[in-house]
């Protein structure tokens, strides 16, 4: 006589909590996979963004750092603005240098083309410290870096030092510069952010809106400590 087998199956119930939990497991590894893709994404942005900005920020503080040419100078051009800098440099240990006019500059982002910071050189074409000319042609206008903002507007302030306290004026001076502040300009700040150069969308992560990277830095163009001597302009160059 043949053995009658067990007919009995999964009830309606059983398998709608069963599906229903096969959904939740499956929603949590979907869930950690895209979590897990923007953080990467997010890492190799802000990688990408830091190995772009930190040359270009070490050019420019190097150029500045080369600005006092020789003593009783005005290293910082009248002219320059929150979004472009220019002033003369001219790296050497010689007591005296010819120096070169630089002009670093933000370009804003046009249609397809990103936001730039460049940098243009003038050669000098005669006179003497601290009369010099420069060409009005460049003898060279190089990218510095693609993707960049200036935060608020401004990349670059300028500072000078309150006369006879030696404290650093925490008020940046009006620009465009004037004759007047060129001359003081003794302190300038550099602060810009710098994106992926490969991303579609200025280098901001959906899931990480400040991911570009904030970068900052200063240079006192003083050849000196700023003193406290009452008559003390502690001006650049000195």
């Known amino acids: 006589m043949l053995a009658v087998r067990d007919q009995r199956g999964?009830?309606?119930?059983?398998?709608?909590?069963?599906?229903?939990?096969?959904?939740?497991?499956?929603?949590?590894?979907?869930?950690?996979?895209?979590?897990?893709?923007?953080?990467?994404?997010?890492?190799?942005?802000r990688v990408d963004a830091q190995s772009r900005a930190r040359p270009a920020m070490?050019?420019?503080?190097?150029?500045?750092?080369?600005?006092?040419?020789?003593?009783?100078?005005?290293?910082?051009?009248?002219?320059?603005?929150g979004t472009s800098i220019s002033f003369l440099s001219e790296p050497g240990s010689a007591p005296s240098l010819t120096p070169h006019l630089h002009k670093v500059y933000f370009?804003?982002?046009?249609?397809?083309?990103?936001?730039?910071?460049?940098?243009?050189?003038?050669p000098a074409t005669g006179g003497s410290a601290p009369n010099w000319t420069f060409s009005s042609t460049p003898s060279s206008d190089m990218q510095l870096l693609t993707n960049v903002a200036a935060p608020g507007g401004v990349i670059f302030r300028y500072y000078d030092f309150v006369t006879g306290t030696g404290a650093l004026n925490?008020?940046?001076?009006t620009t465009p510069l004037s004759d007047t502040s060129a001359a003081r300009t003794s302190y300038v700040t550099i602060s810009f952010t710098s994106a992926s150069g490969t991303s579609k969308n200025g280098g901001v992560?959906?899931?990480?809106?400040?991911?570009?990277l904030l970068v900052t830095s200063a240079v006192d163009l003083r050849?000196?400590?700023?003193?406290?001597?009452?008559?003390?302009?502690?001006?650049?160059?000195?």
């Open 10 to 45: 999964f009830t309606i119930i059983e398998l709608l909590v069963s599906v229903s939990a096969s959904l939740i497991v499956m929603m949590g590894v979907v869930t950690l996979e895209t979590t897990v893709i923007h953080q990467q994404a997010r890492i190799t942005n």
């Open 58 to 81: 070490t050019r420019i503080v190097q150029g500045l750092h080369s600005a006092c040419v020789t003593s009783h100078i005005v290293p910082i051009q009248t002219g320059s603005t």
């Open 107 to 122: 370009v804003p982002a046009s249609g397809t083309t990103p936001s730039m910071l460049k940098e243009a050189i003038y």
């Open 170 to 173: 925490t008020t940046p001076l």
């Open 205 to 212: 992560n959906t899931q990480d809106p400040n991911s570009p």
């Open 223 to 238: 050849l000196e400590n700023a003193g406290q001597y009452p008559n003390q302009d502690n001006l650049p160059c000195i």
